[in-house]
């Protein structure tokens, strides 16, 4: 099974003697709840008593969003820091006050983590080499730690200036915490992320200490509630860098769970490209509260070194997403100067858009949506959940119609373009900023509400070809399935090419210890089992990295030119050909070891029984024009195959819209392929 709980829905697929049953209920603050009824949603639809259904489990993989709402809202435990003497303001100095804002007016500081009074120094120091220069002594860590709780802190950060080089002091740290305060929960920079640039590497630890007391709350909470209906399996956490750990070691490190809902779609558009022979995928999914845009380029994943977390910069390895607060329940407003606006707040699921009838009273795309009658009221989610339309146009006339002098369908169509265009500015993000062009590219688009706007992305982007995958709705759950075991390893351990091969030689063996250790805690068969070795490299003078893969098992001299070559070729495939400093010398900074368990990916079968197609006709208000168009609405499209736009294609968890100028047609294994007439 594979569970992608979002900001409006939890997702769940399962996958049973090849065929795939989907389940699909409302998200709940507790996040446990909301999975355990989507859930008891696959549950009813397989026909199996609870305990029958439970037992009978392989394989869970979670998505969630515990982390990831943690850190945009900034919720977080509270958290004390103990740091080197000197070095108290390290997070609050940040890298400067200067950001991407070219309004001095409107810079603001790093968002806080750790509040300054449980920030706490202690007397030791390290230098580069490694060596001691001031010993760290037990009575300096009573007494550290002693105030960091009387400043009320329930997790520790222990974040300590040169640690990667020697952790000795951090370990020190560790034990006197396990001998005097068993059961608090702490993190040390060491063990998180062992590697240079202390700013990055305090606020990595700093946010994991933080919300260490969050995920273990909710996981416990889960775990116990899984059990007691029969789960025998361990519950497998999606990692922001694209595989998944057990909740075990998912616990050691919560905070590589950032975005892991996002990473599940992401991998199931890897894997559809493949079968579909597109290795060259735009992503975006479109749910109840946001959007999540990313490039998947030559069939890879981009991934990112200095991974942006809620607007901070840490040293985590992600892959490369953009999110944008804009979904179905994304909310419609009219801001001072008489502008409409659409987001980042959210309706969420409750009280939900205001044509939910659950309370909401103000307008969000859905909203919209169901005005310009894209979505049909009496099927939404399959005619589960029942819409109320006239609810909908009293929210939009009373804040965005009226205000700005509108009908109500004029205003709904200006919601859905301007959408439309904040969407459109998400994948430029991800391929225009990163140097590449759009219109190479494939749009695959998922989560329930992409369907609507898929077309209206692309071709705003100048995309022409679209593919909606059958299970668009829980895309995410169902990529979550087929994720591998990723496990990375990392040190920081500056080498050049001057120096003996030897030395970095070593440094990739104590990696692959560690990384075979893992592959043993984990069971994961040798026969699945693929080790790879990266280097993070950059030209003397420059800040910054790029990740270059070695080939080969070992490390030796003969290898050098090999390894120069490949951070050549890597350097200009970022930055554009001829761009390389080759004059200059090469400096290797972190040596990565990535250990990757491969999972079986699965020919599965669709649930969705065929529906005998129909064809009804409705009226509908144009997005493009706000004027009235009558179109063919399509009920089990899939036994027709083909068709011309303007048309509607209703499926029981989504709705797509084929505009004009545009044709649909059905591609292997059930897809719908919209190509676009750009020109």
């Not at 001998?179 to 700013?199: D, I, K, N, Q």
């Not at 790879?532 to 030119?561: C, N, P, W």
């Amino acid at each position: 099974m594979g569970i992608d709980v979002g900001g409006t829905f939890t997702d769940a697929v399962a996958v049973i003697d090849g065929r795939a049953v989907r389940g699909k209920a409302f998200s709940t603050k507790d996040v446990t709840s909301g999975i355990l009824a989507a859930l008891s949603v696959l549950q009813q639809r397989l026909g199996m008593q609870e305990r029958a259904f439970y037992t009978s489990v392989d394989r869970l993989v979670l998505g969630n969003t515990i982390v990831t709402n943690a850190v945009d809202e900034q919720k977080y435990a509270p958290v004390g820091l103990l740091t080197t003497q000197g070095f108290r303001d390290t997070l609050r100095i940040a890298r400067s006050a200067r950001t991407d804002e070219r309004n001095p007016h409107a810079m603001a500081p790093a968002p806080e983590i750790v509040a300054r009074r449980r920030i706490v120094e202690v007397a030791e120091r390290v230098d580069a080499r490694g060596n001691v220069l001031v010993p760290l002594a037990e009575a300096s860590i009573a007494a550290a730690v002693d105030r960091v709780f009387a400043a009320g802190a329930e997790s520790l950060a222990v974040c300590l200036l040169w640690s990667f080089r020697n952790p000795t002091h951090e370990q020190a740290i560790a034990r006197y915490l396990d001998a005097h305060h068993p059961g608090v929960p702490y993190t040390l920079s060491s063990e998180l992320t062992p590697v240079y640039r202390e700013y990055e590497r305090m606020v990595t630890t700093a946010l994991d200490a933080a919300v260490k007391p969050l995920v273990a709350e909710h996981f416990d909470q889960l775990a116990k509630e899984l059990a007691a209906r029969g789960l025998q399996q361990r519950i497998q956490i999606m990692q922001v860098h694209g595989g998944f750990l057990s909740v075990e070691e998912t616990g050691k490190a919560p905070i590589a769970m950032f975005n892991s809902g996002p990473v599940g779609g992401v991998t199931g558009a890897r894997l559809l490209g493949q079968r579909l022979g597109r290795r060259s995928i735009l992503t975006a999914d479109m749910g109840g509260t946001s959007l999540d845009a990313a490039a998947i380029i030559d069939g890879q994943l981009r991934v990112l070194p200095r991974a942006q977390i809620g607007g901070l910069q840490t040293s985590l390895t992600a892959v490369d997403i953009e999110t944008i607060g804009a979904g179905g329940g994304s909310l419609a407003w009219v801001d001072g100067r008489g502008v409409m606006r659409v987001g980042p707040h959210s309706a969420g699921s409750t009280p939900g858009p205001a044509c939910y009838g659950k309370g909401g009273n103000r307008p969000a795309v859905t909203d919209a949506a169901l005005v310009l009658g894209l979505i049909n009221a009496g099927y939404y989610l399959g005619g589960s959940v029942p819409l109320y339309p006239e609810k909908a146009r009293e929210a939009l006339r009373a804040e965005v119609a009226g205000p700005l002098g509108l009908t109500e369908e004029e205003a709904a169509a200006g919601i859905y373009r301007l959408t439309a265009s904040q969407l459109a500015n998400a994948l430029r993000k991800v391929t225009v900023n990163r140097g590449h062009d759009p219109r190479e590219f494939t749009l695959v688009g998922f989560g329930g509400a992409c369907g609507l706007f898929a077309a209206a992305i692309a071709a705003e982007t100048g995309v022409s070809e679209i593919v909606l995958p059958r299970n668009a709705a829980v895309f995410s759950a169902f990529g979550l399935m087929h994720a591998d075991s990723v496990f990375s390893a990392v040190q920081t351990s500056p080498w050049t090419f001057d120096q003996p091969a030897e030395l970095l030689e070593e440094s990739f063996q104590t990696l692959e210890e560690r990384t075979r250790s893992w592959f043993e805690s984990e069971g994961i068969p040798h026969d699945r089992r693929e080790l790879y070795r990266e280097a993070d490299m950059k030209f003397a003078g420059q800040i910054f990295e790029v990740t270059t893969r070695l080939s080969g098992d070992r490390f030796g001299e003969h290898d050098k030119d090999d390894l120069r070559r490949r951070f050549i070729a890597d350097y200009e495939a970022e930055f554009g050909s001829g761009t390389a400093w080759t004059e200059a010398e090469i400096l290797l900074v972190n040596s990565r070891v990535r250990g990757i368990g491969r999972t079986d990916s699965q020919h599965i079968l669709d649930d969705a029984d065929v529906e005998e197609h129909r064809v009804d006709r409705r009226q509908i208000v144009d997005p493009a024009t706000a004027e009235l168009m009558t179109v063919e609405v399509h009920r089990g499209f899939r036994t027709v195959g083909k068709a011309k736009g303007p048309c509607l294609l209703e499926e029981p968890d989504t709705t797509v819209f084929v505009p004009a100028r545009a044709t649909v047609e059905v591609v292997d294994g059930g897809h719908f392929l919209i190509r676009l007439d750009n020109a």
